[in-house]
């Protein structure tokens, strides 16, 4: 099954949020509007082409202390 274009947006908006926060993706799901973690882990990583942790680590910048 294809991730929707409203997901989409969503997981657009959660990578903006992994990019420049320290939130927990847990709650940047629940930020975003995923009600349910697992299924935003899952259009998470077939949207990214990797896992939520991939891409944070992936995507960390250095915030000031």
Known sequence: SDVCSSDLYRIDCAMELIKTTEMRTMDIAEAVGFGNYKYFSVCFTK???CSLRDFRTQNRRE???
């Open 63 to 65: 915030l000031p202390e």
């Open 47 to 49: 949207y990214a082409g």
